[in-house]
């Protein structure tokens, strides 16, 4: 059995060394440099891996290798989204091939039928986000489960192997892992397991090294496609790579659903929006008192104001420690808390959505030439 | 509960008004004066249909229709698969687009893991007695499950349909038809009923009349097919049409089996090769003693010989009905009868493999530019 981890639980409860044991992942030890210089691998909120050395060493001896990542396109984009397309950034400097995959098969498998509507919410949210973060477009590879590639043999490739992979696997693995499963379900997970293994085919990369950046939730998908990536004899796929990230906790403590505007902030809320969103919505670490704050002091580790200096808007550690250590002495007071998280978050929204009327020609250009 | 009609069961046993009744077929009524020219048509060989008026209107209105129908490249290619590509040729001359597909995907996922051979079989075996028999390639859409077009476009369509049409269907569904179902089989089904269904796909040829020929066995996978077609909102399919025809008899009078090189006579096999079988395998009609077989007749409908000159050898229906009645007066004997049918399959080996000779560059340029 393992650990139901779902990413709706509430954080502060998830004890990530007994999913470490229980997953079989591993934490990170020695990493080249370069990641020293990246937040989230420096502050262990990417805190585990698989198979990651081979992506470390790639990344030392400049070696190609491939980071694939996939976006379910519904609702707005916002700072859980956010946090892996600052992995993507991450990656793409450090000279990966970024694949992305709009999972709109998956999408429309599981909930909403508009193939139209999933094709604009990708590119309106997703795609202008990723740009106006810094992603370079023209050196990824984004593409739509229904729609991968201009070139025929490339798109065969792609659907044939996860066809071909249904042949690796029995029912009762993916049962274990997607619960009551359904053909629609079998084919959105047949074409999962191709997203991450494609890039390896022939018609595209060639064997490399694959990472596949993940919440600690999806790790089961990770094991069937690395299973079914060794039983396959017709390819020589070298085997998956995965690093798993913590949750960023929703703005009321728990989960973040994009069903619930007043659980997330949108990269697209303007900062009054947002600046709102916090003062009223967001969990504080708090003591009930003013007085009893003071003396006790308060928990940065369930207070969201902290989590999302830590998660995304604090780039300097000092400056994040001495927060953490001010609040939890009592000499930060939850309000103010707030204010530097409200501070930074409209300072960081201005300045993006700036960024994003600036890359939308851009945006535009890149989705023509894909002819999507 | 349909009936297990499976392409094993003894022809003679099998009760096709029976079966018409139970599956819901209908028999052909009035057709187009062009059907009278066809042999199979003609002698009931194709015997039902399901939705086939808006295809007789099609031909009579010389309006667009699609004839699709599919391969497996397994073994020889035999009388069994003549038949079906008389069907091709004859629609194709109607002035159908024919679509052709490899059941690669399908053959790779129930027992034929090398991909490599797959390809060379349908090519040598398939598409060279197609090219021979008279069908024209260059007015064919033939492919490959595993690579459906050079246009991504084109080739993300099919999958996509296929990935899609999952989500209209229910695994009691697939296990009624497939019985005990894996995932293999589960994403073959879906692929089979894209092959079905794509043709109408507006990267195709658009909503239009489609015509699949099938033996008997197969109505369950129209059904299915069907049943979705109408489900999917995304799409306005005109729904299929089919045709079906009897089974040939294997020559020992059971099944034809691949597997078994004496159960049928393959295009490829040499005059003296097929004599011999005939002699040795064909399964007879004839009475216990020569007394006996001039007294009370020999039974045509279970000879092996007769069958042979109906389903494929003799066009000429006055001819074909005089052996017929010779035969089951006691007038023509056994050995007669397989002199006849032995004359005839070695005129028609001869003329063929001469074909075949001639039509092989014409199948390596159209390999070639198809990109195979």
């Excluded at 080249?32 to 420096?42: A, D, E, G, H």
């Excluded at 984004?142 to 490739?157: L, N, T, V």
Aim: net charge positive; with cysteine; hydrophobic share 40%.
């Amino acid at each position: 059995m393992t650990s139901k981890v779902t990413p709706w639980e509430v954080p502060a409860k998830i004890d990530y060394e007994k999913l470490v044991k229980e997953f079989g992942l591993e934490f990170f030890s020695a990493l080249p440099v370069q990641f020293s210089k990246n937040m989230l691998f420096r502050r262990k909120i990417v805190f585990a891996h698989r198979d990651f050395a081979r992506v470390a060493s790639a990344v030392e001896n400049r070696q190609p290798f491939v980071m694939m990542t996939g976006l379910m396109p519904s609702g707005k984009f916002h700072f859980g989204h956010k946090m892996v397309a600052e992995q993507m950034i991450f990656y793409q400097k450090l000279g990966a091939k970024v694949y992305i995959t709009v999972a709109d098969v998956e999408a429309y498998n599981s909930r909403i039928p508009d193939m139209g509507q999933l094709r604009t919410t990708a590119i309106e949210e997703y795609l202008m986000n990723y740009a106006a973060l810094g992603l370079d477009l023209n050196k990824c590879d984004f593409y739509f489960q229904s729609m991968r590639s201009k070139d025929g043999k490339k798109s065969s490739a792609y659907y044939s192997l996860a066809n071909m992979l249904a042949r690796h696997a029995t029912f009762n693995e993916f049962k274990a892992i997607y619960g009551d499963i359904s053909p629609g379900k079998m084919a959105s997970a047949l074409l999962q397991a191709s997203d991450m293994l494609h890039p390896q085919l022939p018609q595209f990369e060639g064997p490399l090294p694959v990472v596949v950046p993940v919440g600690c939730d999806q790790d089961p998908h990770l094991r069937i496609a690395r299973d079914m990536s060794q039983r396959i004899k017709a390819f020589n796929f070298i085997q998956l790579s995965s690093t798993y990230h913590k949750f960023m906790p929703g703005l009321k403590g728990g989960k973040m659903s994009s069903s619930d505007p007043t659980s997330y902030i949108a990269l697209t809320d303007t900062p009054e929006e947002a600046s709102k969103k916090i003062m009223k919505y967001a969990f504080s670490g708090g003591r009930e008192s003013l007085e009893e704050h003071r003396k006790k002091g308060g928990n940065p580790d369930i207070d969201v104001s902290f989590q999302m200096l830590k998660f995304a808007l604090e780039q300097d550690d000092e400056k994040l420690n001495s927060v953490y250590n001010d609040y939890k002495a009592g000499k930060l007071l939850s309000g103010e808390l707030k204010q530097i998280a409200i501070e930074k978050i409209v300072l960081f929204l201005k300045e993006h959505q700036q960024k994003m009327q600036k890359s939308r020609i851009a945006v535009e250009k890149f989705v023509e030439g894909q002819g999507f």
